[in-house]
């Protein structure tokens, strides 16, 4: 048999064998301990998959390998996020079919996926344009209906004049559409919306429970933007005296007795009633012009904040005090009451509008309670009041609780809390998409497809061309649109518009567990055994979007009685970007793609593998490198050359030697179950070719000691331990070695315990000053250390951004964060 290394000779004959001995096959309810272990699903584009997927695909492949010989049942499955607009819109360009050119891809992304050899069980594949799934994802519509989460509303909305469709807030990027990045326009329509908000305080309390990556829950935070505060009702008085109540929205009570303004927004109902004649006109054109900027362009704390003088006044409750009215473009319409009061001394936006609109500025906060005259900028901090009246002297906490029971007992204000998130707007003037099931009933309204009607079937023959009226393709098909009230059969029209394509993926881990099932989206106890997902890894882009919309359809689904837990992913983790060889994202127009087929053709999967794996730590971005992918490929070669070298050889040589092997290898026994457990791919990728390392010394030295049983033992575990990393070559090596059945049936190996960990005890400085010690292992690297440094309360509260800090680092000794 051929010597050489010829990945092309056995890499599709062992995923054959695999895939037919069921080697990936997850077991409904199996004695073994479960792990679901998920990727986020692919959405299958035209151009295959790329170099991020792997990222994602491939160590998550590995671990789920490593699961499985650890004696789990491990679930790993995978379909595709299929609906959506890039398939419809190539699909007008070029007159193919959306469900054709879908699938077409599909059939290639399949393709690839097994070349890399992703371990998944494909008898739980589907794509979520499958009608035996989209059938489930109206039902979980009409389920939401049902409990009063889906309503229907007039309103303005994002529209997306290329795409011709709604879109969600989440998917609006600076002003622009996130898929064709064309700017939006706000365009009044009555669309569907899930009543995401309802569940804003649960979906914040989750997060405390799951262990996610902190980033991503603040961004989850942030944008659920809990604020408790309070609504002050001030006093607008009108040109001719009449007084309208103007409450306004405040999280910093404290500073009322700074008040020296009131700003209202742009759209405030109120504004030209509290406009003095000789102001109508400067501000009517104020106003044209705020209301053509985004939202983010309003608000954004570097550009310079705007706004005009109304002419009227505002009564301050507290004081009796008048203070001028403007009108603003900082001031968002949809949140608090669209009416903020302005404390320059307090807040920065105040400040920069006070200095440009000579207000005065009004000091009511210090650090310690001492008077202060003037300030360089604003103080935003809290303190104790000062020339506050009788609240003087109180901290602000304290005066946040004091004043807001003031305002309660006299009747002008109230505790509030608000929040930034708005409901879902979930539909879509699309035809690429599940239908929304609901059919409009002049005399009963909208009313939901029965259940034993489902799915409502996407007609295949339709002009699928958007239209400029805000209605979806579907409208053009008569037959499609008339149909009868299922209540009392009198002629309706269907609802056209289609789900918004994260419908479909805020279940579709649940469907893994019972795929086929055509009684229920999913068998209870089924789910049961298999969720939630012990391990979710994902790109972070999908933070306030897939991720938070999966929560909350969990969270309906339990309060449903559907499944008996509220969070769906007890891990994740967010695999980091590979950048082109230029340290640029990867792009086509700039020309710096990597297709992973031409990779494997040049390579074989194995070194593919085994380079992203290798190319830096899974949570940051890492530029390919060709010279990066030569030496792994080296390193693979060099592990065939050496170990194929034993299929000639027996085991009657003795050496003195065999005592090293067999400590050096227990060695990597405990580094490498250590790095893989902790997720750390790269560095078990260097503990393998250190291990190499020292074989291919030792033979050099003595070709005999190949002859020997430790030498045998130390590469037999060795290829078991690389298995899940390369899987292709070590099953080939193992069987050309004597070994039968799969290597991927063997067990883990586990240390014979004689190599010790040794600890050390290192210093932990930041900037210089000596602020913790902790214990490592010796030898350990900066970026382990770091881990462990990210972990001491005494220096998680310094607040340091780790990211930006520099590190000086003597293994084994200290550790210096100039942060
Ligand atoms: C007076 C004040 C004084 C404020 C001070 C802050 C500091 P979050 O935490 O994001 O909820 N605000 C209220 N409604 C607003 C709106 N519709 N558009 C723009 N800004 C608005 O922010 C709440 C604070 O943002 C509120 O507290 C209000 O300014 C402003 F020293 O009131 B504050």
């Known amino acids: 048999m051929e010597k050489e290394y010829n990945p092309k000779e056995f890499e599709e004959k062992w995923y054959k064998y695999w895939e037919e001995s069921k080697l990936f096959k997850a077991e409904d309810f199996s004695e073994k301990p479960k792990f679901y272990i998920l990727v986020m699903f692919p959405y299958p584009s035209g151009s295959g998959l790329h170099v991020g997927h792997c990222r994602n695909y491939i160590p998550a492949d590995t671990y789920a390998r490593y699961k499985r010989m650890q004696g789990f049942n491990v679930l790993h499955p995978i379909g595709y996020d299929a609906f959506g607009l890039p398939a419809e819109n190539y699909a007008i360009e070029h007159g193919i079919h959306p469900r054709e050119s879908t699938y077409r891809n599909i059939e290639n992304f399949r393709r690839q996926l097994k070349m890399l050899g992703l371990s998944y069980d494909w008898d739980r594949e589907f794509a979520t344009s499958d009608p035996e799934y989209y059938k489930w994802t109206e039902w979980f519509f009409e389920l939401l209906f049902k409990r009063g989460l889906a309503y229907q509303d007039r309103s303005f ?146 550009k310079e904040k705007t706004g005009v003088f109304t002419g009227c006044f505002a009564r301050n409750p507290f004081t009796d005090e008048l203070v001028p009215i403007y009108v603003g473009d900082y001031v968002v319409y949809s949140y608090g009451t669209g009416a903020v009061m302005g404390v320059p001394a307090h807040d920065e936006r105040d400040f920069q509008f006070a200095k440009k609109h000579n207000l005065p500025i009004k000091i009511v906060i210090s650090k310690d309670g001492s008077l202060v005259e003037t300030l360089e900028e604003a103080f935003t901090e809290d303190g104790i009041l000062i020339n506050s009246n009788g609240f003087s002297g109180l901290r602000s906490d304290e005066a946040r609780k004091k004043l807001t029971k003031y305002a309660e007992e006299h009747g002008f204000g109230r505790g509030v809390v608000r929040y930034k998130i708005r409901d879902w707007l979930i539909s879509r003037q699309r035809y690429w998409g599940a239908p929304i099931p609901i059919i409009h009933c002049p005399e009963h309204g909208a009313v939901p497809v029965p259940e034993e009607d489902l799915p ?226 790269n560095t078990m990728i260097s503990s393998f070719m250190e291990w190499l390392n020292f074989l291919s010394k030792i033979t050099q030295e003595d070709a005999e000691v190949m002859e020997t049983k430790a030498y045998r033992e130390a590469v037999q575990t060795f290829l078991t331990m690389i298995a899940p990393a390369t899987p292709f070559v070590a099953e080939e090596l193992y069987h050309r070695l004597g070994g039968t059945g799969s290597i991927h049936k063997k067990e883990w190996p586990k240390p014979k315990g004689i190599y010790k960990e040794e600890y050390v005890t290192i210093i932990v400085q930041v900037n210089g000053k000596l602020r913790d010690k902790i214990e490592v292992e010796a030898g350990s690297e900066l970026e382990d250390v770091l881990d462990l440094v990210k972990k001491s309360d005494k220096i998680t509260r310094l607040g340091i951004d780790f990211n930006k800090a520099k590190y000086i680092f003597v293994k084994d000794k200290l550790i210096n964060i100039v942060a």
């Not at 009702?233 to 405040?250: A, I, N, R, S, W």
């Not at 501000?283 to 983010?296: D, G, N, S």
């Not at 390579?603 to 792994?632: K, M, Q």
């Open 456 to 681: 409502v079937l996407l007609p295949d023959e339709v002009d699928f061309s958007p239209r400029d009226t805000g209605e979806s393709p579907l409208a053009n098909d008569p037959d499609f649109v008339n149909t009868s009230c299922p209540i009392c059969g009198k002629p309706s029209r269907r609802e056209t518009d289609t789900q918004d394509g994260f419908a479909c993926s805020s279940w579709y881990f649940l469907r893994y567990a019972d795929p086929h099932n055509d009684k229920a989206p999913f068998d209870k106890e089924k789910v049961k055994y298999w969720l939630p997902v012990d391990l979710y890894i994902g790109g972070a882009e999908h933070a306030v979007m897939h991720l938070l919309y999966a929560r909350f359809y969990t969270m309906v689904m339990y309060d449903a009685g559907l499944i008996d837990f509220d969070e769906p992913f007890k891990k994740l983790l967010n695999q980091g970007m590979i950048l082109g060889a230029d340290h640029q994202k990867m792009s086509k127009s700039r020309g710096n793609v990597v297709n992973p087929d031409d990779v494997i053709k040049e390579y074989g999967a194995d070194t593919l593998r085994a380079y992203i794996l290798f190319i830096g730590p899974l949570d940051t971005d890492a530029p390919w490198s060709t010279e990066g992918i030569n030496g792994v490929n080296r390193f693979i070669k060099r592990m065939w050359n050496l170990f194929i070298q034993l299929e000639d050889k027996s085991t009657t040589k003795e050496k003195p030697i065999e005592k090293e092997i067999e400590l050096i290898t227990d060695k990597m026994i405990v580094k490498v179950t250590e790095q893989i457990e902790r997720f750390k791919f």
């Open 157 to 302: 909305q994002w529209w997306c004049p290329h795409c011709k469709t709604v879109l969600a807030n989440e998917q609006i990027i600076d002003g622009k559409c996130w898929r064709c990045g064309t700017p939006v326009v706000k365009k009044e329509l009555k669309e569907w919306f899930f009543r995401i908000t309802h569940y804003a305080d649960k979906l914040l309390e989750g997060l405390d429970r799951i262990d996610w990556p902190e980033r991503i829950k603040s961004m989850q935070r942030n944008w659920i933007g809990r604020s408790e505060g309070a609504e002050i009702t001030f006093k607008g008085v009108g040109p001719d005296g009449t007084e309208y109540d103007l409450p306004v929205f405040t999280t910093r009570i404290d500073t009322i007795f700074g008040v020296t303004f009131l700003a209202i927004a742009p759209e405030h109902p109120l504004v030209m009633k509290l406009t003095r004649e000789d102001k109508v006109e400067e501000v009517k054109k104020y106003i044209e012009e705020a209301l053509r900027k985004f939202e983010t362009e309003r608000l954004s704390t570097e």
